[in-house]
């Protein structure tokens, strides 16, 4: 099954309103008999799951019964012509009529209001947003043999839309490797008279695919969420709090370079973009940063060049070290051509300063740091705009980086139970009057907050509406860092 040709599946429709109804027709007819009924059916599951992450399995089962008939209906030798546009023009109806048994989504109204080619167009463009926290949980492997020795169809039906929605962010390839991978160990090992021992080889052997998928799925959600430049950033300041000795001119190259894979390879359909980019990118790091850092040398150590990638990125922050309080920027620098990077450059000196603050809460300092910049830098007196901001800033900024740099650091360092003890303790001291109920809901809020937004994966627009709520009082009840 190759990934290019699930490119034109997924694209057909987006693409027909530039080349009419016989394009989009031939192009489906061309999958469909390239792949055969049965791999066109799988690459329709994952395509629809990605797009409707929070459908039902029997919502994403009706609709690719539709699509997948009305491509074995159309495509047939001497088939009708028109019989394409008049069937998707049926399914564009029954998506728009009272009770449509296909995925729900807030822009189908919209979409029912208009008509013919646009309507199908608006339908084919909705999706869901990525799910941030992938519901896929992996079962043992006497309850993966027992489900599929039930009904082998069902289980994998059920196994694709499950992986694709919780990780449809994963570049096309990345996804369909591993489902085709996880399907063949299933089938193999199942059906072995050493079951346990074949599924160990089979997960050793399929370890660095399946963590690409996920790691891929993680940086190409996060990479849809920020976008290139802000990407950039987390990926310096990642770097910076893993090695606080090394210097900006250091990192930044390596920042940009890694944003610059994400960016072609995230949506890219090449067999092979996120591996092969992204094994280049680490000979650069390894070969930039090895000397200069223990741990990053000896995750350099082996020749899989992706097991290296996924080693630096699993080290843990570095130890705080003691640095010269960071030097900000001038006005005339904040609002210069090179403003962007400036403000960049003292971001990542209060992250190394600062090792145990995750990418939330810098995100936080970088979304005020641009939205200084693009309220003051175009102000008819933008001195005055930014000294204020500045002042603000200087009041604020102190009291939520020690906030972020205690609670993170605490659960980090502590196992939940004492983590969950410390919080109580110091709400405590903050709100004596609080009764017992109150402090055990905040204790529950505080200690959920830490477990999604501390850890260096977490989920980035979640993440990023939790910070100001829940470190406000670091603020003193003002603006929360603007």
Known sequence: MRAALALLLLL????????????VRDKVCQEFKTLGKEDFRTLTIIANSRKFSNATFEEISHLVHEIVSLAETCCAEGADPSCYDAGSSALSAKSCGRGSPFPAHAGTAGCCAQEGLEQKLCLAALRHPPQELPRYLQPSNEELCQAFKKDPKDFADRFLHEYASSYGQAPLPVLLGSTRTFLSMVSTCCISPTPTACFLKEKLERKTLSLLTLMSNRVCTRFMAYGKDKVTFSYLTSLAQKMPGASFEDLFPLAEDAAEVFSQCCDSVAEDCMQKKLSEHTAKACSAL????????????GKNLMQNYFCILALPPAPTPKLPEAQKP????????????????????????????PDAFLGKLYDTCEKVRGECCSAEDAS???DSKRQQMGEELPPF???ANQLCGQYTELNFLDFKKRLRESLMRTMPEASPELLGRLVEQRA????????PNSPPLYCASKVSSELGEACDGG???L
């Open 12 to 23: 057909a429709a987006a693409r027909a309103e530039h080349r009419g109804k016989a394009y």
């Open 290 to 301: 090895s000397a200069q850092d223990k741990r990053f040398a000896d995750c350099c150590k």
């Open 330 to 357: 001038t006005n005339e620098q904040v609002c210069g051509e090179e403003g962007a990077r400036h403000a960049k450059r003292y971001l990542f000196e209060l992250a190394r300063r600062h090792t145990s603050v």
């Open 384 to 386: 005055a705009c930014l």
């Open 401 to 403: 980086l020690e906030k």
């Open 448 to 455: 959920d907050f830490a477990s999604t937004c501390c850890p």
């Open 479 to 481: 603006s929360c860092l």
